[in-house]
């Protein structure tokens, strides 16, 4: 039988995702893109914002239309989503069989078996299970880089946040699990492991009684075969000196963090529950900057938090424009039901929201600009994902360690696909609207 299986949302949901693939896999099924041809269909959810949760809806109510037609015999929801409206799926969507909790993705099998037989149920765990199947992940990053989930859940309980509702309270995944995994991943072929969880600067402080991000990197370094690890959703408060040494010592360690601060005025992260002021944020930053020059800073910000003044706002411009973020993700406030955040009174209005995200995007984009002049003339280890067309012209796509994306023209017998999943030199030249560098390959790496 074939399963057409829909991922949504963050790349932690990503790796449940493989997870649950890895399992079909094991069973015989056979993975389809075809939603025509699909027996099963599966669709793990996400509602962490608005958009994401009308994404998830609109998804489920197109795939309902295969099963109603009667080419899909099975419709599973999974994720987020279905953890937060479990009864409310089934009942409103009477296409959809099975309605899997975020703790409960382990249990794919008895679903499907579940709802083959006919039956429609929700299947959930404690909020606070750790599912740890035994089955290798079904990788569906393109073999070049996989997600590694370390953590689930997150203790925070900031104020506009579902996650801890949703996801349960933070636990790390055993350390002696991460490492056979990765092993498991190195000889698969991935290159670069890529540390995801809502919180990977705590990893290890409810297992190990000491924050253990420091020791794991220093074990996943010796796994032969893994050219660069890289570390997602650091909070900034969370990072120690420790974990700036393994950086500064440890050469597959990318130079790279994501920290998602947020906001940067002191009235807003307050209301927010953020454990930071904006100059313990200038702080960790020139800290960082002191310690590793080269390092590549990413944030997330929140644009219309209820109460954010035009003032408050220009603040948090003006800390972007200062620290000079490589990258920022802006979203806007989106309500959700159940958050403290969401009682609020002071809600700002939506057309407000989106006038101050347009302005942080330009912002954003210029300091991506700025960014990517930095590496004219210089020569970047790229690891090489495909080759594709920009414009009339074919080129190899790839990235380099502070996650840039770069380009180099195709030639066939020498810069081609053989070089896929490979790390090449390559001298940058110039760039696209600040969104890709281009250069010329310089040489192979050897791997």
Known sequence: MK???????????LVDTEVMLGMLASRGYEMTNDEQEADIIVINTCCFIHDA????????????????NGSAKALIVTGCMAERYRQEI???????????????YDRILDAVDAALAGQHEV?????????????????????????????????????????????????SVPMERLLKEAQDLAEQGVKELILVAQETTLYGKDLYGEKSLPKLLRELCKISGIRWIRILYCYPEEITDELIQVMK???????????????????????MGRRTSKQELIDIVQKLRKEI???????????????????????????????????????KYSRRQGTVADAMT?????????????????????????????FM???????????????????????????????????????????????????????????????????????
Do not use: W
């Not at 399963?3 to 949901?13: E, P």
């Not at 949760?53 to 109603?68: D, T």
């Not at 509702?165 to 933070?170: A, P, S, V, W, Y």
């Not at 080759?387 to 180099?408: D, H, Q, S, T, W």
């Open 249 to 271: 010592e440890e050469s597959k360690i990318c130079h790279y963090l994501d920290l998602p601060i947020q906001h940067a005025n002191d009235t807003i992260l307050k209301r």
């Open 53 to 68: 949760k009308e994404e998830s809806i609109q998804n489920i109510l197109e795939m309902a239309e295969y099963k109603k």
């Open 123 to 171: 299947m959930t765990a404690d909020l606070d299970a750790l599912p740890l199947p035994e089955t290798k992940r079904l990788v569906t990053t393109g073999g070049h880089f996989a997600y590694l989930k370390i953590a689930e859940g997150c203790d925070k309980h900031c104020t506009y946040c579902i996650i801890p509702k949703i996801r349960g309270n933070f636990r």
């Open 3 to 13: 399963i057409l299986f829909i991922s949504l949302g963050c790349d932690k949901n």
């Open 377 to 447: 003339g210089q020569t970047e280890k790229v690891l090489v994902e495909e080759a594709v067309m920009l414009g009339k012209e074919k080129y190899l796509i790839g990235y380099n360690e502070r996650y840039v994306r770069v380009a180099v023209p195709y030639e066939a017998g020498k810069c081609d696909e053989s070089l896929c999943n490979r790390l090449i030199d390559v001298h940058i030249e110039g760039d696209r609207d600040g969104e890709i560098l281009f250069g010329t390959m310089e040489k192979a790496c050897n791997l």
């Open 90 to 104: 089934l009942d409103e969507i009477p296409e959809v069989d099975e309605v899997l909790g975020t703790t409960a």
């Open 346 to 374: 002071d809600q700002v209005d939506e057309q407000i929201k989106g006038k101050r995200s347009d302005a942080l995007l330009a912002i954003e984009a210029q300091l991506e600009k700025a960014y990517h002049d930095r």
């Open 293 to 331: 020059p080269d390092i590549c800073l990413r944030t997330t910000l929140i644009t219309g938090f209820p109460g954010e003044t035009q003032e408050e706002f220009e603040t948090t411009c003006a800390f972007a424009k200062e620290v000079g973020f490589a990258q920022i993700h802006v979203f």
